[in-house]
């Protein structure tokens, strides 16, 4: 006989666990990994003192382990003579005090209010193996019979890998009779990632008992993931459901790409959840050549998918890697893009750097991203007023959700398309006067060289508009990725009619190239003279009381640059 049942109902059986332990004999079998795996969850929720209930034991070695730390009064129940017969022969004299009873835990025969804790290893999910009436019956007359056997106050803690309908059915049941729900992940390290069980992670839902009160509708629904040590709150059953599905799907992509050949890269498309058609790219880059920096560990590069034919789009083409989730602190000092240093570092092409951080600067910067370059000039040129313009809603809520981006007084992002935005303000009786306009956006269409900007933004009709709205000592930055060399040097020739001024800084492992472009030849620099003044402006950035990047170096940043 095979030790998988032939229908998933069959776990349900007594007849299948009998023959199922009768074949594997006492070895242990282990479902959702032991001990070693399940004891920092386990230990938040059960004490040495409380009286503990495994249902569905099984021949699982957790039982023996709880008790060899100092959790004694453990009482096990299963449904299988044999596996009861086993454990109580091999438990007896070691474990005195730890007993193995022949019971269903349908119909338990413990007085109301017994135990404190309730521990199930998988066992709610062999029993909720469909959505049929038969089945979630049975998995009422449980929930029904663990509720009865707790103690207010006590905890049913269920190990489960959290298919959506048994986290559904469990939540859904223990909300109504107002217990309080947290569903608690399970911490994999990384040296466990290749060796683990399950795809999928392995989580705890832990269910506390709070006395009914009638007429009551208060849920406290919580999360805790295996990176926050504190529980998030949730409204509703169904956001506790989809954030463990979240979850779920990191796992799987995790594991996808952890199985991935050495190649380098990875593409990811997300769909649209109504048409199913593909909205953002994502690009996952792994180079085991390159240190990482501080503790990010990974780069996605994000790119959004055209929506119609005549409409150009763009987003930041930077890689903001790992960064902190809702709520936390942003470090707005740490740049982790290395052409980000470059176009900040291309600031010291303005002259009179010991003024410009007071200096009532005019910044348009084109692209938004995770919004840390217009942030870090709004942060360290404390008068700087900074536009950005933005064409999709949603980076802009990505930016502010996630990114710790906020407008106000000197900071505002436009809505709107880079190209019109720049017409409009070119094509203004006053135009409008900037000390620095900045490029850091993107194009995915797969047929061109150039991946940044979009062609469009570097025809010479729309570069004579940049002009336009710059002041005569100003600045044009321009992040350039482009791995056709014919077309590169289009763009080049293309910018050097509009701006007879142009520097290049390439960026090292990397095919981004950060164009510095002045209106006035006469006014370049040499090489000496733009490091200092990259070191006399970082000087007066750095100014005391506030954070500053030790890798970034300005100086060493343009120590490169190139006339074009």
């Not at 959505?131 to 269920?158: K, N, P």
């Not at 959506?164 to 040296?191: C, N, T």
């Not at 996808?256 to 996952?284: E, F, M, W």
């Not at 910067?365 to 536009?387: C, D, M, N, T």
């Amino acid at each position: 006989m095979a030790l998988l049942p032939r229908s998933a109902r069959e776990f349900g059986s007594a007849q299948y666990w009998e023959r199922f332990f009768r074949q594997r004999g006492p070895r242990a079998f282990e479902w959702y990994g032991g001990y070693p795996q399940l004891c920092a969850a386990l230990h938040k929720y059960v004490r040495p003192r409380d009286k503990v209930l495994v249902v569905g034991c099984g021949n699982s070695e957790l039982s023996e382990q709880m008790y060899d730390v100092g959790f004694q009064d453990i009482v096990n129940v299963d449904i299988s003579e044999v596996v009861i017969n086993q454990m109580r022969e091999r438990n007896t004299h070691k474990r005195p005090k730890m007993s193995y009873l022949l019971m269903d835990m349908l119909q338990m025969d413990f007085q109301d209010s017994r135990f404190q804790v309730v521990l199930d290893k998988g066992t709610l999910d062999a029993i909720l193996v469909d959505e049929e009436e038969a089945t979630l019956e049975r998995v009422d007359r449980m929930f029904a019979e663990i509720s009865r056997v707790l103690q207010v106050g006590g905890r049913y803690l269920c190990i489960s890998l959290a298919q959506a309908h048994v986290v559904k059915k469990a939540v859904d049941y223990f909300s109504r009779e107002g217990w309080m729900v947290r569903i608690h992940q399970l911490s994999v390290s990384e040296d466990e990632v290749d060796h683990q069980q399950f795809v999928l992670p392995v989580f705890i839902y832990v269910m506390t008992k709070f006395k009914k009160i009638p007429g009551a509708v208060l849920q406290i629904l919580e999360i805790c993931t295996e990176e926050k040590d504190k529980p998030v709150r949730v409204e509703s059953v169904e956001q506790l459901v989809e954030a463990v599905k979240e979850r779920q799907m990191y796992a799987v992509l995790r594991s996808q790409l952890n199985k991935s050949p050495s190649t380098g890269q990875v593409s990811l498309d997300l769909c649209d959840a109504d048409s199913g058609k593909p909205r953002y790219t994502l690009h996952v880059v792994d180079s085991p050549a390159v240190k990482a920096s501080r503790d990010n560990h990974f780069a996605i590069f994000i790119s959004q998918k055209k929506r119609r034919k005549d409409k150009k789009k763009q987003v930041s083409s930077s890689p903001e890697a790992s960064r902190p989730s809702a709520g936390q602190a942003v470090d707005r000092s740490y740049l982790c893009c290395e052409h980000h240093k470059a176009m900040v570092a291309g600031l010291a092409l303005l002259r009179n750097p010991e003024l410009l951080p007071g200096a009532q600067l005019s910044v348009l910067v084109i692209g938004l991203g995770g919004g840390s370059l217009p942030l870090f000039i709004h942060e360290y040129f404390r008068q700087a007023r900074v536009e950005t313009v933005e064409i999709d809603p949603a980076m802009l809520e990505v930016a502010t959700r996630w990114f710790g981006f906020s407008q106000g007084d000197r900071m505002t992002v436009h809505l709107s398309d880079g190209l019109a935005h720049v017409a409009n303000l070119a094509a203004a009786e006053a135009p409008a006067q900037y000390n620095a306009v900045m490029f850091d956006v993107d194009s995915k269409d797969p047929s061109l060289g150039m991946s940044c900007p979009p062609p469009a933004f570097v025809e010479k009709s729309f570069l004579e508009k940049v002009r336009t709205i710059l002041v005569p000592d100003g600045v044009f930055v321009l992040n350039l990725v482009c791995r056709d060399s014919l077309l590169k040097d289009s763009v080049l020739a293309t910018l050097k009619e509009v701006f007879p001024l142009v520097y290049a800084r390439r960026i090292e492992g990397e095919v981004n190239e950060i164009l510095f472009s002045q209106l006035h030849p006469e006014g370049k620099l040499a090489a000496p003279e733009l490091l200092e003044t990259a070191r006399a402006l970082e000087m007066t950035l750095r100014r005391p009381g506030q954070a500053w990047d030790s890798s970034c170096v300005l100086a060493d940043v343009l120590a490169a640059v190139q006339i074009v």
